[in-house]
């Protein structure tokens, strides 16, 4: 079966698995995705140079569904025996799966069962890891490999998935579906999250111990109802994108439908925004607010600011000064939101 990786190993964790990927495969591809005709990109020039010692054949991308029966994308694929000193090729080349992103260097890593197909897949650029393993296996391997986090069927109980966050320190965590009334505490444990999503209708109120994640670049929250962006949004330094949604649900039941924006709790924008200094994308769907802060003018970073479906009655001032601004988007009413009783609640407003 295949198990997908909630986030793409780094570091260490990239090492050893490299290490176990070598002792457990024969082969490994790398694909060269540019033309024949075009000169090959530094970094993947050296890769492919560094690897010729361990070269066994190239394919083209119909050679490789032919062999294995997947779909595969244009690009010349490269395949090279497994031994200690390729692998430790591929880890000095990269620091993470990631790293193998064409054109900085030769695109998606992947190892191969005898037969030709994956045992360890890997989609870069569309940031999709795993493993065709069994989920024993997959734990099996977390246990041994801190930093490994795999997707298990565990993960359906939240506080396993947390604990497995925490335990594996993730840079990416996604909430949603829980049917959580609250964010834990023991949120703050997680040192070196990058983006955090989190869709839980029923969470209304961010806990402080978000805000003390400052290794956070992209924040997204889904609600019914969000209480307030809290002042402390201003701790988040390296934050890069805010996106905040109201009006939203994972589990309508018959009859649900969001509340009037007249009735939201998210009716303002605190000026702590302005000490965001990294934020490039402002992103507001659905709330109860009337005015945006002149604090925003302190973003010279922000590119993209989107305050849609508010109460806005008119383009605020301060907007007009942010002429940095690459995208700006005010529109006060929904935009292809299906639900009728949506729509006809925003008429009458």
């Known amino acids: 079966m295949t198990v997908a990786f909630h986030t793409d190993p780094r570091g260490s964790a990239y090492e050893q698995l490299i290490d176990e990927l070598i002792e457990k495969t024969e082969r490994f591809l790398l694909v060269d995705r540019g033309q024949s005709n075009e000169e090959v990109p530094p970094g993947v020039s050296k890769v492919l140079r560094r690897l010729q010692p361990y070269f066994i054949e190239s394919c083209t991308m119909e050679e490789m569904m032919i062999q294995s029966g997947a779909m595969y994308s244009e690009g010349t694929y490269y395949i090279y025996r497994c031994t200690p000193d390729s692998g430790q090729i591929l880890k000095e080349e990269a620091a993470r799966f990631h790293d193998w992103l064409y ?10 069962k005898p037969d030709g197909s994956d045992y360890f897949f890997n989609v870069a650029h569309e940031n999709i890891y795993g493993m065709h393993i069994t989920q024993e296996e997959a734990s099996e391997l977390m246990d041994r490999i801190p930093g490994l986090f795999f997707r298990l069927d565990r993960h359906r109980e939240f506080e396993r998935y947390l604990d497995d966050a925490i335990r594996h320190q993730t840079d990416v965590l996604q909430i949603s579906s829980y049917h959580l009334t609250e964010i834990p505490e023991r949120i703050r444990e997680l040192k070196h999250v990058k983006r955090l999503e989190i869709f839980e209708q029923d969470v209304c109120k961010l806990p402080r111990a978000l ?8 924040l997204e929250i889904m609600t019914a109802d969000l209480e307030s962006i809290p002042k402390e949004i201003s701790h988040l330094k390296q934050l890069q994108r805010l996106t905040i949604y109201c009006g939203s649900s994972h589990h309508p039941v018959p009859g649900w439908k969001p509340k009037p924006k007249s009735e939201l709790s998210l009716d303002s924008i605190p000026a ?8 490039v994308s402002l992103n507001i769907g659905y709330s109860g607010i009337r005015e945006l802060p002149s604090s925003l003018e302190k973003l010279k970073n922000l590119r993209y600011l989107s305050v849609t479906n508010s109460l806005i009655e008119e383009s605020p001032e301060v907007v007009s000064r942010m002429t940095w601004l690459q995208h700006v988007d005010l529109t006060p009413t929904s935009m292809g939101i299906g639900w009728k009783d949506f729509l006809a609640e925003n008429e009458n407003e």
């Open 211 to 218: 805000f003390e994640l400052t290794t956070l670049e992209e």
């Open 272 to 279: 702590e925004i302005g000490e965001l200094t990294e934020l």
């Open 103 to 112: 054109p900085s260097l030769p695109d998606d890593l992947c190892f191969l």
